[in-house]
């Protein structure tokens, strides 16, 4: 198990390496749920259950399965891991949908097609995969998912507030829409590369 | 008993109107940032004189050009150029600039900050990034070499002076300048990995840069980090001139010096003292002049004061453990993209709301 | 004791030198005098007089059924002309009485109302009948009928009267010159007031530009134990009711309240002379004091002016226009409404005449994006944001404008005439408002 302190864990996995911002994953709800603040903030609700989730599913099935020995001396399915990741991760998307439409069917109709999508989303995955890249036991696997995910509300909330005050500046009509919000996005992570080797 | 009445314009009220406009507050701020500009020409000479020009001329010449791009009249156009932001812009730039910037290094920035940095978004009110300092990271990032050598300000011949004596005359006035920011130095003696070389290299920055020759403006560094007298003395301009007010500035400058003086009271050894972060880098310019830049700030006072405060802290933590010697520029762009959030969230209680009746 | 105030605000030149010191002339009789049926807020009336009927002095020519509303008097004897439709001073076309005016003689005649002198012990409601009967409303601008606001209901006790003479409107004396000239029959009307509530003091709020009446009121007052004259920060909108509660007696009135659910009543100078004149002389709401200003009028000067009468005739009073001006404002200039020519007539609400030239009168014709310089913010009385309030309304946004509180704005001008990038954003509020409005009407 790596020496890492509980913040330094934190704090890096908001600032430092933002999924967004330095790792440039999750970039589809990113860019497509951002339009509005109370969606934005309820994908990012949904990132941080689905993240939190995927790591402590995933963590054991790599652990006691497909970790090079985990099964047997001769056995190694860690070629699986990809795979078998994002099967985990669809069914659970799918039940975060299900619970959704029952108990908060307002959010459910908010965040539309973009609940499904979390299901490809790289920013899960990677999460997934990075936590266990980095050897982080399981609880620091789950603070480090839970950390990720409030970088990725923090540079979705940061990125629809802009998106919503956009709307009132006068940007060039060839400009409007998809083409600033990249543009706006581009230099929240220029700001963001100050924290490059924060703590290194 | 009736006279006919001439021509009335019939309009909305109010029928008065202040005097404040636009360009005057655009070139109160010009005005302002001039001490520093002197003092960094004083203290870099030629070179900080042709950087600033460079800077400047480039931004009003950019400015026209992204007008024009985007279809404006001429008439729009000159009276946008002749409002003075562009020359902010410009003279804000090249405060953030070494002075040993080569001439496409400036341009380029003026390039980047007129189009990146505020006319893709609209122009002048639109923006949401400062846009000097969007020119200042997007060149940090590029061309670090050029930006961080910052201190270094190798011997360049004046108007009709060779080579070899302008060597000679900056051997003679290097004990006045030194090779390296301070913050670059501090930089350093917090790497060393020994702790005892750490506490010496501290140690030694301390004989290096006493607290009076930061104030008056004796270092290296960008051309508006040299002098914090000068950087005041504007701040002050604007002060008088209602031009800024304190909501952002000074909780910006007490997180600082929380930020940095909390490490430095547990371990006076190993951090430096708050007064020398204080003093030292653009944090002056940074809190005075870019932080309050109006278009990118928030307009709520109580969201103002979360905003100064974000960018205090923000910059502390870059300085003492980030990868970066200064973190005011990264900071202040990190807070301006979560200005629309503070007027959201800070939003003031209207009168006679339930939250605040007493 | 620093002055009480409210927070935010601007601080215009007040321009009141032109007119402070001059006493309140009476202004000869026009020819013709139009009385509009609906000076007030609250429902127009229906006139009670025929074409060709003689009506004297004080007679009532209009009333309304509604119990938000107050007749109109005729301020002159003469002869009904006509029943039409003429221009009014915000620019519409609005139902009114023509009456031309009979000769100096026939003035004497007059059609008052039965006098109430002693009104110490007369019976309450038919002190508020006199009042309706009187026509009294607000004559600070807004005119609001007197009469309901002496009503409060039983759960809303007002133990304050506030009387209103901030006059924070830039160039306006006509209160000034009010508390100086009728003193008297101000503090008996605020005591009027106060009784008919029930209330237990009487305020006199003036801003502290006006020594001269802050010392007079003061010393006027001393003999009456319930009434205390407040000198209050000069401040644009002092004046404004919520705000001068705010300053006064640091109440502050719930966001689209009224002033009774903080127990206080707030009534304009005039309103209080107003309400003097009927209860002691029977005297309806015929005349109120004009200031005439500007730098475009030859000589300003403040009037007592029969209602009714067309600005033309007040302007020829003062002198005539000289070449400067190049603006006419109803009312002062912040809150006043621009006049296309002088044909419309004086009504209840009418405070001011201004003639302001090129270099006074704000055009907003030209003007920048907004550079978010946060001084509408800090100007705003209701402490709304305005910028982002008219930025919305400009791009036609109105459930966003409806979000930030555009129903709440009062209309002051305090941000525009602050704003650097010269925006007209009263206007822009405006739109929004009537926007929003529709869409709840919808």
């Known amino acids: 198990m790596p020496d890492v302190t509980i913040p330094g864990l934190v704090l890096a996995a908001i600032l430092v390496n933002n999924v967004v911002f330095a790792q440039f994953l999750g970039i589809c709800p990113y860019l497509g749920v951002s339009k509005r603040l109370d969606t934005a903030l309820g994908m990012g609700m949904a990132v941080v259950f689905v993240m939190v989730m995927a790591v402590a599913i995933t963590w054991p099935i790599q652990h006691y399965l497909l970790a090079p020995g985990a099964l047997g001396e001769e056995i190694d399915l860690s070629y699986l891991s990809t795979i078998a990741f994002i099967l985990v991760i669809a069914s659970l998307v799918q039940l975060v949908e299900i619970v959704l439409k029952k108990v908060l069917p307002a959010l459910y109709q908010a965040l539309g097609i973009y609940l499904p999508l979390i299901t490809t989303n790289c920013a899960i995955l990677g999460v997934a995969i990075l936590a266990h890249r980095q050897q982080l036991s399981f609880l620091q696997g789950l603070i480090f998912a839970a950390a990720s995910a409030v970088g990725f509300i923090l540079a979705i909330m940061l990125f629809a507030g802009l998106r919503e005050s956009l709307e009132q500046r006068d940007v060039p009509e060839s400009l409007a829409g998809a083409p600033i919000a990249f543009i706006t996005a581009g230099i929240l992570a220029m700001a963001f590369m100050g924290f490059a080797g924060l703590g290194g | 008993?009736?006279?006919?009445?001439?021509?009335?314009?019939?309009?909305?009220?109010?029928?008065?109107?202040?005097?404040?406009?636009?360009?005057?507050?655009?070139?109160?701020?010009?005005?302002?940032?001039?001490?520093?500009?002197?003092?960094?020409?004083?203290?870099?000479?030629?070179?900080?004189?042709?950087?600033?020009?460079?800077?400047?001329?480039?931004?009003?010449?950019?400015?026209?050009?992204?007008?024009?791009?985007?279809?404006?009249?001429?008439?729009?156009?000159?009276?946008?150029?002749?409002?003075?932001?562009?020359?902010?812009?410009?003279?804000?730039?090249?405060?953030?600039?070494?002075?040993?910037?080569?001439?496409?290094?400036?341009?380029?920035?003026?390039?980047?900050?007129?189009?990146?940095?505020?006319?893709?978004?609209?122009?002048?009110?639109?923006?949401?990034?400062?846009?000097?300092?969007?020119?200042?990271?997007?060149?940090?990032?590029?061309?670090?070499?050029?930006?961080?050598?910052?201190?270094?300000?190798?011997?360049?011949?004046?108007?009709?002076?060779?080579?070899?004596?302008?060597?000679?005359?900056?051997?003679?006035?290097?004990?006045?300048?030194?090779?390296?920011?301070?913050?670059?130095?501090?930089?350093?003696?917090?790497?060393?990995?020994?702790?005892?070389?750490?506490?010496?290299?501290?140690?030694?920055?301390?004989?290096?840069?006493?607290?009076?020759?930061?104030?008056?403006?004796?270092?290296?560094?960008?051309?508006?980090?040299?002098?914090?007298?000068?950087?005041?003395?504007?701040?002050?301009?604007?002060?008088?001139?209602?031009?800024?007010?304190?909501?952002?500035?000074?909780?910006?400058?007490?997180?600082?010096?929380?930020?940095?003086?909390?490490?430095?009271?547990?371990?006076?050894?190993?951090?430096?003292?708050?007064?020398?972060?204080?003093?030292?880098?653009?944090?002056?310019?940074?809190?005075?002049?870019?932080?309050?830049?109006?278009?990118?700030?928030?307009?709520?006072?109580?969201?103002?004061?979360?905003?100064?405060?974000?960018?205090?802290?923000?910059?502390?933590?870059?300085?003492?453990?980030?990868?970066?010697?200064?973190?005011?520029?990264?900071?202040?762009?990190?807070?301006?993209?979560?200005?629309?959030?503070?007027?959201?969230?800070?939003?003031?209680?209207?009168?006679?709301?339930a939250g605040r009746r007493t | 004791m620093s002055n009480g105030t409210f927070t935010g605000g601007i601080h215009p030149p007040d321009y009141k030198e032109a007119t402070s010191q001059l006493a309140i002339e009476d202004i000869a009789l026009p020819d013709e005098i139009f009385i509009p049926l609906s000076q007030h807020i609250g429902a127009p009336c229906t006139a009670c007089v025929e074409v060709g009927a003689d009506v004297s002095k004080g007679q009532k020519i209009g009333d309304s059924e509604s119990f938000v509303s107050a007749p109109v008097c005729s301020s002159v004897t003469g002869r009904v002309t006509a029943i039409e439709k003429r221009k009014h001073f915000t620019g519409q076309e609005v139902l009114g009485v023509a009456i031309k005016v009979g000769s100096q003689e026939d003035q004497a005649k007059t059609n008052y109302l039965k006098a109430i002198p002693a009104w110490e012990e007369a019976d309450l409601d038919e002190l508020r009948k006199l009042v309706r009967e009187a026509g009294i409303v607000g004559l600070g601008g807004a005119a609001f009928p007197t009469s309901v606001k002496l009503s409060p209901p039983a759960d809303a006790p007002?133990?304050?009267?506030?009387?209103?003479?901030?006059?924070?409107?830039?160039?306006?004396?006509?209160?000034?010159?009010?508390?100086?000239?009728?003193?008297?029959?101000?503090?008996?009307?605020?005591?009027?007031?106060?009784?008919?509530?029930?209330?237990?003091?009487?305020?006199?709020?003036?801003?502290?530009?006006?020594?001269?009446?802050?010392?007079?009121?003061?010393?006027?007052?001393?003999?009456?134990?319930?009434?205390?004259?407040?000198?209050?920060?000069?401040?644009?909108?002092?004046?404004?009711?919520?705000?001068?509660?705010?300053?006064?007696?640091?109440?502050?009135?719930?966001?689209?309240?009224?002033?009774?659910?903080?127990?206080?009543?707030?009534?304009?100078?005039?309103?209080?002379l107003a309400l003097s004149e009927a209860v002691r002389l029977g005297k309806p709401l015929i005349e109120r004091v004009i200031t005439v200003s500007g730098p475009g009028v030859k000589r300003p000067c403040n009037l007592r002016v029969p209602l009714g009468t067309p600005l033309n005739h007040l302007i020829a009073h003062a002198g005539g226009l000289n070449a400067a001006a190049a603006r006419i404002v109803l009312g002062g200039p912040m809150t006043g409404w621009a006049q296309a020519d002088l044909s419309a007539s004086v009504v209840k609400g009418t405070s001011g005449l201004l003639a302001l030239d090129k270099a006074l009168a704000a055009t907003r014709d030209e003007y920048h994006d907004c550079v978010r310089c946060q001084r509408c913010v800090r100007a705003c009385p209701m402490y709304l944001y305005p910028n982002f309030l008219a930025t919305a309304a400009e791009h036609k946004q109105w459930s966003a404008a409806d979000k930030d509180g555009a129903l709440d704005c009062v209309e002051c001008g305090a941000c525009a005439f602050d704003c650097p990038a010269n925006r007209p954003m009263v206007r822009f509020i405006r739109d929004a408002k009537a926007a929003v409005m529709a869409r709840q009407r919808a």
């Open chain 2, 1 to 353: 008993m009736t006279e006919t009445p001439r021509e009335l314009t019939v309009t909305s009220s109010p029928h008065l109107a202040g005097e404040d406009s636009v360009p005057r507050i655009m070139h109160g701020v010009w005005l302002a940032l001039l001490p520093a500009a002197f003092a960094a020409v004083f203290v870099f000479g030629y070179q900080a004189l042709v950087v600033l020009l460079l800077a400047t001329l480039g931004c009003v010449i950019a400015e026209g050009l992204m007008l024009t791009l985007r279809g404006f009249s001429w008439k729009a156009v000159g009276r946008s150029l002749t409002d003075g932001s562009a020359i902010v812009t410009g003279v804000l730039l090249a405060l953030n600039l070494p002075a040993s910037s080569p001439w496409w290094l400036v341009l380029v920035g003026a390039l980047v900050a007129m189009s990146l940095g505020k006319h893709l978004f609209g122009g002048l009110g639109n923006n949401p990034f400062n846009p000097a300092l969007v020119a200042r990271v997007f060149l940090l990032i590029s061309f670090p070499t050029h930006m961080v050598a910052s201190a270094y300000t190798p011997p360049v011949a004046g108007f009709g002076e060779s080579s070899e004596k302008a060597a000679a005359r900056y051997e003679e006035q290097v004990d006045a300048r030194s090779y390296a920011t301070p913050l670059t130095a501090l930089q350093e003696a917090i790497e060393k990995s020994d702790p005892e070389e750490a506490r010496a290299a501290i140690a030694e920055l301390r004989r290096n840069y006493p607290m009076w020759h930061l104030f008056v403006g004796n270092i290296g560094g960008s051309l508006g980090e040299v002098s914090a007298l000068a950087l005041l003395l504007g701040a002050l301009l604007l002060f008088w001139r209602r031009s800024i007010t304190w909501h952002i500035p000074i909780p910006l400058l007490l997180a600082v010096l929380l930020t940095t003086g909390l490490p430095w009271l547990l371990a006076p050894d190993s951090f430096a003292n708050p007064l020398f972060h204080l003093l030292s880098g653009g944090l002056l310019l940074g809190a005075f002049f870019m932080a309050t830049d109006m278009v990118t700030s928030p307009v709520s006072p109580r969201g103002m004061v979360v905003f100064g405060v974000g960018i205090g802290v923000i910059t502390a933590v870059i300085r003492l453990w980030g990868g970066y010697p200064e973190g005011i520029s990264f900071a202040i762009l990190m807070m301006n993209g979560a200005v629309p959030l503070l007027d959201k969230y800070f939003k003031p209680a209207k009168f006679g709301a």
């Open chain 3, 158 to 272: 007002i133990d304050t009267v506030i009387i209103n003479g901030c006059e924070c409107e830039p160039f306006l004396t006509c209160d000034h010159r009010l508390l100086l000239e009728k003193t008297e029959d101000v503090i008996v009307g605020s005591l009027i007031m106060k009784r008919v509530v029930g209330a237990s003091r009487v305020i006199i709020g003036i801003e502290d530009n006006k020594p001269d009446a802050i010392a007079h009121m003061t010393k006027a007052t001393a003999s009456y134990p319930d009434v205390t004259v407040t000198a209050l920060h000069t401040k644009y909108p002092q004046g404004a009711e919520k705000q001068l509660i705010k300053a006064t007696i640091d109440r502050e009135v719930p966001m689209r309240g009224l002033p009774m659910k903080v127990g206080a009543l707030v009534h304009n100078v005039g309103t209080a």
